[in-house]
């Protein structure tokens, strides 16, 4: 296997194995807290990672990626800036948690945000470490270290919603993910001379930062603004609804999207740097998302009470036109995950910066005037907001990739066809849970098994470039799995 391929495969092991960790843990405190406590803690999660965007660019993950020639110097100047930084932020934040509890007139926000804070003093190690090891596609590390996390989160967080810890209960389990995750790296590693402070390339780090950090603050702002939003205008409760519907929508993203975000910046930039031609890489990429990512949103959005019932209890039926309008919405964003490291690999991270200021205050201004109705009216603004930044994102990359959307529109073709004909499948199952017919297990697993025939048949109807990628995995997934059972014994 390629070192990409072996990459994805670990990234996947530890994100499947991450995600069913994720599921039992979210159907138990589905059922320990109430939406208005989860809306508590969606709120503190969204203020605080807002303002951890503002620093961890500043010599984070992606700077240390894409460096070419990377020093020593390098690494411990990044890390130097990103800590000052991020204990700057983590102390100012702890000194606002009462003036932003009172803003939002919600006592426990007090607690939470304090909290949180000791995030603040952790991030830089483990951030730093991470890209280290991303970098150089050890994501087999990566992968032991991140599931631990996960596991510790999701433990502590359980154990105290049963002892009555409320909304705090997820928020010190976050809290514990990130100790569990620092100090697995940090005995992975050894190397603690990597954070000795050192300012000697800080012009870099900080000439990268100044855009890249824009970047991430504009996007993890709009992304979290809705709860923002929510809570200041209606209630916490709405806040926990939209929240719960947003997780449930991002499935696919935890079992697609997110096994290759941390492969891609690294694989770009080398194809890059091997001198391999980006426009045939993007195009072919976005059949291979538009693929997987619309038949994933299709099939979540024609199951969405079934799932709901089993996943979250029937106390949260109601976020499910919520999860209908938001799954079709995302099909607009197939391609997002894409934009940010093609623009860097071309040497254009402005354009990410510039695409963002563009797209993202005018949908700001339509989320806020849709917080002042309802949350329906929030998850419906996204139909707009969503097609609007990925039309936006895609004139900046087609202009640097010379792909207009003519190019884009004759690639997903292909993919289409396969979204309609899995539809047709998932939809037939869920009119028999609809009518009665079956039961919600039942039709979730005959929808299950309905969405894998149609979507191989839509597949092999239209000879899907993916198809053939498919059969080489399977391939040598048998080739994998014994590899991996000699590099963890070996570790």
């Not at 989860?38 to 010599?59: D, K, R, S």
């Not at 304090?114 to 470490?129: D, H, K, R, V």
């Not at 993203?253 to 910046?265: A, R, S, W």
């Not at 799932?307 to 979250?312: G, S």
Request: proline share 4%; with cysteine.
């Amino acid at each position: 296997m390629t070192p990409v391929q072996r990459s994805i495969f670990f990234s996947a092991v530890e994100r499947y194995a991450s995600l069913a960790l994720f599921f039992a843990a979210t159907a138990v405190l589905s059922r320990l807290l109430t939406p208005a406590e989860f809306g508590i803690y969606a709120v503190v999660n969204a203020l605080t990672a807002v303002i951890m965007a503002t620093f961890q660019e500043f010599g984070g993950g992606n700077y240390l990626i894409q460096k070419h020639g990377l020093s020593r110097d390098s690494v411990r100047t990044a890390f130097t800036v990103t800590f000052a930084i991020s204990a700057l932020v983590g102390v100012v934040l702890f000194a606002l948690s009462g003036p932003l509890s009172r803003l939002f007139s919600q006592d426990g926000l007090r607690a939470g945000i304090a909290i949180s804070s000791l995030n603040f003093l952790i991030a830089p190690f483990s951030g730093t470490l991470s890209a280290l090891y991303r970098r150089k596609l050890e994501f087999g590390t990566l992968a032991i270290c991140n599931f631990a996390s996960i596991a510790a989160s999701s433990a502590v967080a359980i154990a105290l919603a049963l002892l009555h810890f409320s909304y705090l209960a997820p928020i010190w389990g976050n809290v514990a993910g990130s100790v569990v995750l620092a100090g697995m790296l940090l005995l992975f590693c050894r190397d603690i001379a990597l954070f000795r402070p050192s300012l000697a390339e800080y012009r870099d780090v900080i000439g990268f930062g100044l855009y890249s950090s824009g970047v991430g603050l504009i996007n993890v702002f709009y992304n979290l603004s809705p709860q923002l939003f929510m809570a200041r205008i209606l209630d916490f409760a709405a806040v926990g609804l939209y929240s719960r519907a947003v997780a449930l929508t991002q499935v696919f993203d935890k079992m697609v999207v997110q096994v290759l975000n941390p492969v891609i910046m690294p694989a770009i930039v080398a194809r890059r740097t091997a001198g391999d031609e980006l426009r045939s890489v993007y195009l072919q990429s976005l059949q291979f998302l538009a693929a997987v990512q619309w038949p994933a949103l299709i099939f979540v959005a024609l199951m969405a009470q079934p799932i709901i019932l089993i996943w979250l209890g029937h106390n949260w039926l109601e976020i499910v036109p919520l999860v209908r309008l938001l799954c079709v919405a995302n099909m607009a964003l197939f391609a997002a995950c894409l934009s940010y490291p093609v623009l860097v690999a071309v040497g254009n991270v402005r354009d990410a910066l510039i695409s963002s200021l563009i797209s993202l205050p005018p949908s700001l201004l339509l989320i806020l005037g849709a917080s002042f109705l309802s949350v329906d009216a929030v998850a419906a603004s996204a139909l707009l907001t969503l097609p609007f930044q990925a039309a936006v994102a895609f004139h900046f990359i087609g202009r640097r990739l010379q792909v207009s959307f003519a190019d884009v529109a004759r690639a997903l073709v292909k993919s289409a066809v396969a979204t309609a004909v899995t539809a047709a499948g998932v939809a037939a199952s869920a009119a028999l849970v609809e009518v009665g017919v079956i039961g919600p297990i039942a039709g979730l697993v005959c929808a299950i098994f309905a969405a894998a025939f149609c979507w191989l048949a839509g597949l092999a109807m239209t000879s899907h470039p993916l198809l053939p990628e498919l059969r080489h995995a399977a391939r040598g997934l048998a080739v994998v799995v014994p590899q991996f059972r000699r590099w963890r014994s070996a570790q």
